[in-house]
């Protein structure tokens, strides 16, 4: 799967709040692209831990319908 949430600071709320992890919404190391790209495997992991609830299918789904650019390869 390839998405692209967190390119910009504006595009990262929205899946941020889907993913709904406190970790991710309070820590202040994810409030800009350079701090999401420098702790981007800490933030992997976050996000792995969401998607392991999910199909590949129903992220995709669940991403686009928030308006992220999201699909399989």
């Not at 889907?18 to 800490?42: A, C, F, H, M």
Request: glycine share 10%; with cysteine.
């Amino acid at each position: 799967m390839v998405c692209n949430f967190g390119f910009s600071d504006e595009g990262w709320n929205a899946p941020c709040k889907t993913i709904g992890s406190p970790k991710i919404d309070s820590d202040e190391k994810y409030r800009t692209v350079l701090g999401r790209k420098e702790n981007e495997e800490e933030l992997d992991k976050l996000i792995e831990q969401w998607t392991v609830n999910y199909t590949r299918e129903e992220v995709v789904t669940i991403l686009q319908g928030i308006g992220v650019a999201a699909g399989m390869v």
